[in-house]
């Protein structure tokens, strides 16, 4: 039987329930817990905390939550995202910043993502294989632990000829600057021994726990191959696919010598994981999602070093594991939460804890330390202690359909304490970014902040979309200003048809894409717009496509956006019909344009050309920089910045 402990959830719901509206910090503060996991001995708990203004790294002993033996700062300029522990004392940062070099061919901006070892004994913090002049990348890029070596682990690195622009815009095209290579990674320095490398289009390498390559995955976006080799020698291939824009699947780990797992899709048209026998060439579904939905990622055991189960999303996150012991303790999780969604988040060694990840409909999420030998269950830190479930807005799953006959999966946020029944009500759009990617019925700090201040939230997920299977993402192939547009067009008129949106009160608001999106329906007569709000938003699609070109050569990623977007040279036309920037005199509404000026992922340029194009055109605009950030909204003071400029917009513009 597992008990639960909820008194700290009864102190903070009644602490919170005083203020009838809650603050705007309630939403725009980072997670007071976020990526939280426990030591592979169970003596400590690492989590990501706010701490002067951005997230750092505290270090807990377990049971002992109230006092940090450790806080570790990111390392200048840098912003945190996951953690995970290498050994007792050892846990792995990812990290990112945004590096401005000098190459032959001019000043180049990018976006470095690093792995940062930390000492939890001596304090001490460190980026992997830096020495090495190598980027560690991301924790993905973590093949094993060495339970026999606590002091290394092995991993892929990327190493870099610095001289050339073209070294960082060209991971994997022929006559390349980057090499791929396996390497056993000292995590007290920033050194490491090269254990094994590929060639010029190599982008993966799969390994025994020892370093030893298992098979070698290339793709050359030139000729469009991709080909898996036994072996890092390159010779014999054991499978091979011609005329590819972008990779066929995902290499996730291997069950033995001769059989990989990679993550496909299936006949039936959804993604889950094979088996890729080497021996014989042939591919066999070994997990499949249920209800008709894609496969998100493998979970691997890395104490095992097994694929244990894996994760995917309906209206949100779920586990299903093959191993018979952690599918037992999710279960019965999911059975002692039954108003929650649960998610083993890490577990020790001899898997007496497990830290656990829980959310619901109207519950932000928290963090809970599960001991299976007295079945307790304690929460040890929430998400949003602000925002308690009587502060959540009520989040609802729709479908409609689009124009075409398509089935269109959304949500929508009704305003906070309001009955569903009593609309319509002022509606903001909210498209998300991507576009290959999916909203669900989680916690979204935006969504659930404009639903505080009285507008529903619309957040459809348009063809193209992730998570849904293989026709509806190919549905969104080349129409990126078209079907994908109508798509979130036909949404706005589903709700204003069913009374929730009131067609003459609705802003257009997204981030990436998502601003693209909200400043294309901007441009529609067919949608009536008081407002949009763009985020780091994509306005010049040439200008976007000359950019993933900067190497000079195609790669994966130009692949990628020609099958979204078309081609900058055939397809010119069509994609200045659709870039906002070319086409700013169709602004009748007023637009508020925000832009981070570190974003390397779009381009501060796009807010610069969007700005002037709106001046010419003499439209109704507010500009606005955000200094010292980058495209993800990863410091408190622009996202509170951010809030504000959107509080204040809507209240003038949304009445």
């Not at 329906?521 to 763009?534: N, P, Q, T």
Request: hydrophobic fraction near 40%; charged fraction near 25%; aromatic fraction near 10%.
């Amino acid at each position: 039987m597992i008990r639960t402990l909820v008194a700290a959830c009864a102190v903070l719901a009644a602490a919170a329930a005083h203020a009838q509206t809650p603050p705007r910090d309630a939403y725009t503060h980072l997670p007071d817990m976020a990526a939280a996991e426990i030591s592979p001995n169970g003596r400590m708990i690492a989590a990501y905390r706010p701490h002067e203004g951005t997230q750092a790294l505290f270090i807990y002993n377990t049971g002992e939550m109230t006092e940090p033996v450790r806080v570790i700062k990111a390392p200048e300029d840098m912003f945190l995202s996951g953690l995970t522990w290498a050994s007792d004392n050892y846990v792995l940062m990812q990290a990112r910043e945004t590096r401005k070099i000098q190459t032959m061919e001019g000043m180049f901006t990018f976006t470095e993502s690093v792995v940062v070892s930390v000492d939890v004994e001596r304090g001490k913090a460190n980026v992997l294989l830096s020495g090495e002049r190598v980027f560690s990348g991301s924790l993905g890029n973590i093949l094993s632990y060495l339970p026999d070596d606590p002091e290394h682990i092995i991993m892929l690195g990327l190493r870099y000829d610095a001289s050339s622009a073209r070294s960082f815009t060209r991971v994997n095209a022929s006559g390349g600057h980057f090499e791929l290579a396996v390497f056993r990674a000292n995590l007290g320095n920033s050194g490491g021994r090269r254990l094994d490398t590929g060639s010029d289009n190599t982008i993966d390498l799969v390994t025994h726990p020892d370093g030893s390559v298992i098979a070698r995955v290339n793709y050359d976006p030139e000729t469009r191959v991709y080909e898996i080799f036994r072996g890092s020698s390159g010779f014999d291939s054991v499978y091979r696919k011609e005329d590819t824009p972008i990779r066929p699947f995902t290499v996730v780990g291997a069950l033995d010598d001769s059989s990989l797992v990679v993550d496909a899709y299936g006949e039936d048209g959804f993604s889950g994981l094979f088996e890729l026998n080497m021996d014989e060439g042939m591919i066999e579904r070994i997990a499949t999602a249920p209800d008709g939905h894609d496969v998100d990622y493998a979970i691997v055991d890395p104490f095992r070093n097994e694929i244990a189960g894996y994760a995917y999303r309906d209206d949100f996150s779920r586990q299903h594991y093959f191993d018979e012991e952690l599918e037992k303790y999710r279960a019965a999780l999911d059975k002692a939460l039954p108003d929650e969604h649960v998610s083993l988040t890490s577990w020790t060694r001899d898997r007496k804890r497990f830290l656990v990840y829980a959310e619901g409909p109207r519950f932000s999420g928290s963090y809970s330390l599960f001991d299976t030998e007295t079945g307790q269950l304690e929460v040890i830190g929430f998400n949003r202690p602000m925002l308690p479930p009587e502060k959540m807005a009520q989040v609802e799953a729709f479908e409609f359909e689009a124009r075409d006959g398509m089935t269109i999966p959304a949500y929508v946020t009704y305003p906070l304490n309001a009955d569903p029944a009593s609309g319509p009500f002022p509606t903001v759009i909210l498209p998300h970014g991507g576009p290959e990617s999916r909203d669900t019925a989680g916690f979204d700090w935006i969504a659930q902040f404009l639903a505080s201040r009285g507008y529903a939230v619309l957040q459809p997920n348009f063809r193209g979309s992730s998570g849904y299977g293989a026709d509806f993402r190919d549905a969104g192939y080349g129409q990126w200003g078209a079907a994908m547009i109508d798509d979130i067009v036909d949404s706005a008129k589903a709700m204003a048809a069913q009374g929730i949106a009131d067609p003459q009160r609705m802003c257009a608001l997204g981030a990436s894409y998502g601003g693209f999106a909200a400043l294309s329906l901007g441009m529609r007569d067919d949608l009536a717009l008081d407002c949009v709000i763009s985020a780091n938003g994509v306005t010049h699609l040439p200008m976007l496509a000359s950019e993933t070109l900067a190497g000079g050569n195609p790669t994966e990623g130009t692949n990628y956006l020609k099958l979204y977007m078309g081609d900058r040279i055939t397809d010119d036309a069509r994609l200045r019909a659709w870039s906002p920037a070319l086409n700013a005199a169709a602004y009748d509404e007023p637009v508020l344009l925000v832009h981070a000026e570190d974003d390397t992922t779009v381009s501060y340029d796009h807010a610069g050309v969007m700005r002037a194009a709106l001046e010419d055109a003499g439209a109704d605009f507010d500009f606005v920089t955000l200094k010292g950030d980058d495209h993800y909204f990863a410091s408190e003071r622009s996202r509170e910045e951010f809030a504000a400029l959107m509080e204040n917009f809507l209240a003038e513009n949304l009445r």
